[in-house]
């Protein structure tokens, strides 16, 4: 789809002034404004790989009247593997920056709501440049300002090390979420300069992007009333997840990455960092591709990650700081995750293979108690044809059906039901069968035309009145903050979309229960909870 488009120009205030594009229809009718690759920290290159990102400095202009900063492409791809393999051609360490879209016209009372959207890829790829706003800012029901960050993937977000982060005071964990935040933070403090309401955010994001959500609002719970930013969330196709590997247990990965890389284990802490800093990104991510602990995760690290963080969804700390800041949450599945999901770095058929995969992912005593659950005989049984199902199933469940419906659950049980709102997606439109086989039905990712109108594919008229009724209308209200003709009336039920386009509310009470056997069960598996760290 083309994108015809004129320059347009923004007075940012002490920002400065920037150049931006205003998109336009097949009419030469405006669209919405675009800026790509706006900065919101300073560059994490060079000495500051693996340090936590900067803020950029109080004075920091983009550019002036006579010399526009120039904000017409894209944000940087943090090095990674895509599916056309190892394109170094392509990478930039130097991705701390964000696409924003504008409305057209005179923003209302307060400035545009804004959607502050998180991507998804596993926390190991992706970026925001594939998202295409043009249509949801011009067709839809929805106006918003949508910003939409990049940050740190991979090693390069994600690496831990316990003898790093004790021996390098410039070192740092889980800075990926330290990336999200920080430009969660630079939209709280210039998104007026823009016409949004800094007063009016709502985080979002899909997959492992909406995983990043939940953390990013258990981080912002835990701060001042004051220094609080998040007014509600979205959480698409995913949820809180298990509690993250300890220190210790990372360290198996960093072990692995450093004799893969040739680096001696017995020189010091500073002299690893060293030698990792220094080495080229592509070799970095050559060497993690051949790790068996391939994936790069959060890990529990008490400041960032809490080690009571999913312990306080079960005894009701969650629900209660939510229900004093008022945010709500809206979260969801599709009905065949498992499809897409199964063919993201699959084992080999056997349950020793399946169990050493999801180790990739998950600590070891939750990977415990996943086999023990599933392949209580250690056995394939009845219920999957072959381990590769198995695989994507149990990965949808952790990663969304039971988990999500174990945290809704829980809300629920301490009072915070009403907060929620929750559904489910049988429905795809025809525009996903260009990338996502149709007998896949509607799995990962198929729901994105349907949050986004399209993203970037159009829909028919048909499909639009469906969208329009089934999720549209209602993420309007909620982004502008008003009550949401959401349809249930109790905890147990969710809004689903039929596969005919019908929309039912249907009582989720059954799945709900089956679920709360693995959420249980895992609870018991969390990182036991520090002394030091009894509230949320």
């Given at each position: 789809?083309?994108?015809p488009s004129e320059p347009f120009l923004k007075d940012l205030q002490f920002r400065g002034v920037v150049e931006g594009l205003t998109y336009l229809d097949e009419r030469s009718e405006p669209q919405c404004h675009f800026f790509g690759g706006v900065p919101f920290g300073l560059p994490p290159v060079g000495p500051f790989r693996f340090q936590k990102p900067?803020?950029?400095?109080?004075?920091?202009?983009?550019?002036?009247?006579?010399?526009?900063?120039?904000?017409?492409?894209?944000?940087?791809?943090?090095?990674?593997?895509?599916?056309?393999?190892?394109?170094?051609?392509?990478?930039?360490?130097?991705?701390?920056?964000?696409?924003?879209?504008?409305?057209?016209?005179?923003?209302?009372?307060?400035?545009?709501?804004?959607?502050?959207?998180?991507?998804?890829?596993?926390?190991?790829?992706?970026?925001?440049?594939?998202?295409?706003?043009?249509?949801?800012?011009?067709?839809?029901?929805?106006?918003?300002?949508?910003?939409?960050?990049?940050?740190?993937?991979?090693?390069?977000?994600?690496?831990?090390?316990?003898?790093?982060?004790?021996?390098?005071?410039?070192?740092?964990?889980?800075?990926?979420?330290?990336?999200?935040?920080?430009?969660?933070?630079?939209?709280?403090?210039?998104?007026?300069?823009?016409?949004?309401?800094?007063?009016?955010?709502?985080?979002?994001?899909?997959?492992?992007?909406?995983?990043?959500?939940?953390?990013?609002?258990?981080?912002?719970?835990?701060?001042?009333?004051?220094?609080?930013?998040?007014?509600?969330?979205?959480?698409?196709?995913?949820?809180?997840?298990?509690?993250?590997?300890?220190?210790?247990?990372?360290?198996?990965?960093?072990?692995?990455?450093?004799?893969?890389?040739?680096?001696?284990?017995?020189?010091?802490?500073?002299?690893?960092?060293?030698?990792?800093?220094?080495?080229?990104?592509?070799?970095?991510?050559?060497?993690?591709?051949?790790?068996?602990?391939?994936?790069?995760?959060?890990?529990?690290?008490?400041?960032?990650?809490?080690?009571?963080?999913?312990?306080?969804?079960?005894?009701?700390?969650?629900?209660?700081?939510?229900?004093?800041?008022?945010?709500?949450?809206?979260?969801?599945?599709?009905?065949?995750?498992?499809?897409?999901?199964?063919?993201?770095?699959?084992?080999?058929?056997?349950?020793?293979?399946?169990?050493?995969?999801?180790?990739?992912?998950?600590?070891?005593?939750?990977?415990?108690?996943?086999?023990?659950?599933?392949?209580?005989?250690?056995?394939?049984?009845?219920?999957?044809?072959?381990?590769?199902?198995?695989?994507?199933?149990?990965?949808?469940?952790?990663?969304?059906?039971?988990?999500?419906?174990?945290?809704?659950?829980?809300?629920?049980?301490?009072?915070?039901?009403?907060?929620?709102?929750?559904?489910?997606?049988?429905?795809?439109?025809?525009?996903?069968?260009?990338?996502?086989?149709?007998?896949?039905?509607?799995?990962?990712?198929?729901?994105?035309?349907?949050?986004?109108?399209?993203?970037?594919?159009?829909?028919?008229?048909?499909?639009?009145?469906?969208?329009?009724?089934?999720?549209?209308?209602?993420?309007?209200?909620?982004?502008?903050?008003?009550?949401?003709?959401?349809?249930?009336?109790?905890?147990?039920?969710?809004?689903?979309?039929?596969?005919?386009?019908?929309?039912?509310?249907?009582?989720?009470g059954e799945k709900t229960q089956e679920a709360l056997q693995l959420w249980n069960a895992l609870d018991k598996a969390n990182v036991p909870r520090s002394p030091r760290d009894s509230k949320l």
């Amino acid at each position: 789809m083309s994108k015809p488009s004129e320059p347009f120009l923004k007075d940012l205030q002490f920002r400065g002034v920037v150049e931006g594009l205003t998109y336009l229809d097949e009419r030469s009718e405006p669209q919405c404004h675009f800026f790509g690759g706006v900065p919101f920290g300073l560059p994490p290159v060079g000495p500051f790989r693996f340090q936590k990102p900067r803020s950029l400095p109080t004075c920091y202009r983009y550019g002036t009247r006579s010399n526009p900063g120039r904000f017409t492409g894209s944000c940087g791809l943090c090095p990674q593997v895509t599916r056309q393999g190892l394109e170094d051609h392509l990478w930039e360490e130097d991705c701390l920056q964000s696409n924003i879209w504008v409305p057209i016209g005179e923003p209302p009372k307060g400035g545009w709501p804004v959607l502050f959207y998180i991507h998804g890829g596993f926390l190991q790829f992706g970026n925001p440049n594939d998202m295409d706003m043009r249509a949801l800012l011009s067709d839809s029901p929805t106006r918003c300002i949508v910003v939409a960050p990049a940050y740190r993937l991979n090693l390069f977000g994600f690496l831990s090390s316990s003898e790093l982060l004790q021996a390098c005071p410039d070192f740092g964990v889980n800075l990926g979420f330290w990336d999200q935040r920080l430009a969660l933070q630079w939209t709280w403090e210039n998104i007026s300069y823009f016409g949004g309401n800094p007063s009016n955010i709502t985080v979002s994001g899909y997959s492992a992007g909406a995983h990043s959500v939940f953390h990013q609002l258990a981080y912002d719970l835990g701060v001042p009333d004051k220094k609080a930013i998040i007014k509600r969330v979205l959480m698409l196709s995913n949820g809180p997840g298990v509690q993250p590997k300890s220190l210790a247990e990372s360290d198996h990965q960093f072990r692995e990455l450093l004799a893969a890389l040739n680096i001696p284990l017995s020189l010091p802490p500073s002299e690893k960092l060293a030698k990792l800093r220094a080495l080229p990104a592509r070799s970095l991510i050559e060497a993690t591709s051949a790790l068996h602990l391939h994936q790069f995760r959060a890990v529990t690290d008490t400041t960032f990650v809490r080690p009571s963080l999913i312990a306080s969804l079960s005894n009701g700390a969650f629900a209660k700081r939510l229900k004093q800041r008022g945010v709500k949450i809206m979260m969801g599945e599709c009905s065949s995750e498992h499809f897409l999901y199964g063919l993201f770095k699959p084992p080999a058929p056997s349950y020793s293979a399946l169990s050493q995969r999801l180790e990739a992912d998950y600590p070891s005593a939750a990977v415990s108690v996943l086999m023990a659950h599933y392949f209580p005989d250690r056995k394939l049984g009845t219920k999957f044809k072959s381990w590769t199902e198995a695989f994507g199933h149990i990965y949808a469940d952790v990663q969304i059906h039971v988990l999500e419906r174990g945290m809704a659950d829980s809300l629920a049980k301490h009072g915070a039901g009403e907060l929620l709102h929750r559904y489910r997606i049988e429905w795809r439109a025809a525009c996903v069968d260009g990338k996502i086989p149709r007998q896949f039905g509607p799995t990962h990712t198929s729901d994105l035309p349907i949050w986004f109108w399209g993203n970037g594919d159009a829909l028919t008229g048909a499909e639009k009145l469906i969208v329009t009724e089934a999720f549209q209308k209602p993420l309007a209200q909620f982004l502008n903050g008003e009550a949401v003709d959401w349809g249930t009336e109790r905890d147990a039920q969710i809004r689903t979309l039929k596969g005919d386009g019908r929309v039912v509310i249907e009582d989720d009470g059954e799945k709900t229960q089956e679920a709360l056997q693995l959420w249980n069960a895992l609870d018991k598996a969390n990182v036991p909870r520090s002394p030091r760290d009894s509230k949320l």
